[in-house]
T-cell receptor
């Protein structure tokens, strides 16, 4: 059974810091891995999608990497801003199942 | 935390028919969200359903195609109407925990339209 783990559960940093969020999964037979952002009252926003054949994806200050063989992904946020404060969710997509999510990392960026 | 029961878990439907997906939560929640994930694509929000008011649809989604009911604070349905093969997707119901906690998701409905 696929399990997705995210570390740390919570993170507080001052504005301007670069930071890394970690995601690990137990079964490497995935189609893709996604990083989402959750803002209170606004549902879920998809940030980056990495196909199983890809190693990384970039969008603005965000860079997500995927090492399928080791069952790991990282989300790198450069030059963090208070507006980055949110919960970040990692999820994997396997054949025949809906998304399997980690429990998220709650990020707080102070000004 | 919230426990969400979503059904059916999967279905295979004929073109032109409609399917109603149910989402039951074990606690009262204000906001419920319906998402779609098409094959190989990221998750897309279809609409936000608040009890006592009409659902708010995201760009590209309309009520005639995806009517939503929200009769009380623990239940919602999403109907996929007049289906075509392009509607083949995973449909997910989610709710927000108390005090704007993390989202909780149903197990999803895998829909295949022939």
């Amino acid at each position: 059974k696929q399990e997705v783990t995210q570390i740390p559960a919570a993170l507080s940093v001052p504005e301007g810091e670069n930071l890394v969020l970690n995601c690990s999964f137990t079964d490497s037979a995935i189609y893709n891995l996604q990083w989402f952002r959750q803002d209170p009252g606004k549902g879920l926003t998809s940030l980056l999608l990495i196909q199983s054949s890809q190693r990384e994806q970039t969008s603005g200050r965000l860079n997500a990497s995927l090492d399928k063989s080791s069952g790991r992904s990282t989300l790198y946020i450069a030059a963090s801003q208070p507006g980055d404060s949110a919960t970040y969710l990692c999820a994997v997509n396997q054949a025949g199942t809906a998304l399997i999510f980690g429990k998220g990392t709650t990020l707080s960026v102070s000004s | 935390s919230a426990v969400i029961s979503q059904k059916p878990s999967r279905d295979i439907c004929q073109r032109g028919t409609s399917l109603t997906i149910q989402c039951q939560v074990d606690s009262q929640v204000t906001m419920m969200f319906w998402y779609r994930q098409q094959p190989g694509q990221s998750l897309t929000l279809i609409a936000t359903a608040n009890q006592g008011s009409e659902a708010t649809y995201e760009s590209g989604f309309v009520i005639d195609k995806f009517p939503i009911s929200r009769p009380n604070l623990t239940f919602s349905t999403l109907t996929v109407s007049n289906m075509s093969p392009e509607d083949s997707s995973i449909y997910l119901c989610s709710v927000e925990g108390q005090n704007n906690e993390k989202l909780f998701f149903g197990s999803g409905t895998q829909l295949s339209v022939l």
